[in-house]
């Protein structure tokens, strides 16, 4: 299952909202993951399931989907936000596929 | 807490082998979940390469399966990975990560990642 993210870079500025989105090429009901990496660090997860927040995850992170395209949203962004999020599908296996990544940066 | 350390080498000539070794504390390996390795070769993305079940039941990336072999050690509270033939292609920085739950294969707990560089 191939997934796809885009932008390949999304510019906000502090305090804004930052919408991401992943596209998956077949159903993968909600069995998809969202993780934050910043530079010179393992990724991190923030949502599993389409929409649950992991432990510690503020509530500005939030996840949805529809259908086939899913949605990470961070509603006001905070410096610590300014990363790469990726997502990762957990529907069917092998492989476990992540999508290419976006790039949160400063405006 | 669970904690992931990989090591072993971080320099390899081609066609040699890469020999990994993921340490886990802070809990048990005897249960649900798949410990498995990630990697990420330098600015791009990331690729699942394999993972393996207390048990020892494996699942491999079908791309990397003629090259790859996950091991456990429960005794150890290790896991490892042996990836013949590398090539330039294989230089990445390594990750051994947990599945939350045996069914549920997104990744909860990972480690600090270590670079691999495939060199002559």
């Known amino acids: 299952i191939v997934l796809i993210q885009s932008p390949a870079t999304l510019s906000v500025s502090p305090g804004e909202r930052a919408t991401l989105s992943c596209r998956a090429s077949q159903s993968v009901s909600s069995n998809l993951a969202w993780y934050q990496q910043r530079p010179g660090q393992a990724p991190r997860l923030l949502i599993y399931?389409?929409?649950t927040r992991a432990a510690g995850i503020p509530a500005r992170f939030s996840g949805s989907v529809s259908g086939t395209e899913f949605t990470l949203t961070i509603s006001s962004l905070q410096s610590e936000d300014f990363a790469v999020y990726y997502c990762q599908q957990y529907n069917t296996w092998p492989p476990l596929t992540f999508g290419g990544g976006t790039k949160v940066e400063i405006k | 807490q669970v904690q992931l350390q990989e090591s072993g080498p971080g320099l390899l000539k081609p066609s040699g082998t890469l020999s990994l070794t993921c340490t886990m504390s802070g809990g048990s390996m005897n249960i649900s979940k798949w410990w498995t390795w990630i990697r990420q070769s330098p600015g791009k993305g990331l690729e699942w390469i394999g993972a393996?079940?207390?048990?020892?039941?494996?699942e491999y990336n079908p791309s990397l399966k003629s090259r790859v072999t996950l091991s456990v050690d429960k005794s150890k509270n290790e896991f490892s990975l042996k990836m013949t033939s590398v090539t330039a292609a294989d230089t990445a920085v390594y990750y051994c990560?947990?599945?939350?739950?045996?069914?549920?294969?997104?990744?909860?707990?990972w480690g600090q990642g270590t670079l691999v560089t495939v060199s002559s």
């Open positions: 990560a947990r599945t939350a739950m045996a069914n549920r294969r997104y990744f909860d707990y």
């Open positions: 393996i079940y207390h048990t020892g039941d494996t």
């Open positions: 399931s389409s929409s």
